[in-house]
């Protein structure tokens, strides 16, 4: 069965950092694309970071709203992805989740094409 279960979140001032942590198990990791979307009440699930393994390398894909601030990265050997969420904003206040495409290889930021997520964490950026 699998399963994502993310933690890290919190609240944090605008101009700070955060570490989000995606724990992974029932899949071997390498073998996915893993994705960290955010979404506030009232509107869609936005895209955030996506990343795949590559032979000896990784792939990543990033929104233009945290290109430069955000970066993704994943440990297959923890089975674990991570988000590292630098310069917060206001607007990035979310709750943050990740998912696996299990139907694909290739990296996408494209919530429908995801299948299994987990229960997500709330980051809240407020002075």
């Known amino acids: 069965q699998l399963q994502l279960v993310e933690s890290g979140g919190g609240l944090v001032q605008p101009g700070g950092s955060l570490r989000l942590s995606c724990a992974t198990s029932?899949?071997?990791?390498?073998?996915?694309?893993i994705g960290w979307f955010r979404q506030v009440p009232g509107k869609e699930r936005e895209g955030v970071s996506c990343i795949r393994n590559l032979a000896n390398s990784f792939h990543t894909v990033n929104a233009d709203s945290v290109k430069g601030r955000f970066t993704i990265s994943r440990n297959n050997a923890k089975n674990t992805v991570y988000l590292q969420l630098n310069r917060l904003k206001l607007d990035d206040t979310a709750l943050y989740y990740c998912?696996?495409?299990?139907?694909?290889?290739?990296?996408?930021?494209?919530?429908?094409?995801?299948?299994?997520w987990g229960q997500g964490t709330q980051v809240t950026v407020s002075s």
């Open positions: 998912a696996v495409r299990s139907r694909g290889l290739a990296c996408s930021l494209i919530p429908d094409e995801y299948d299994t």
């Open positions: 029932g899949f071997t990791l390498a073998g996915y694309a």
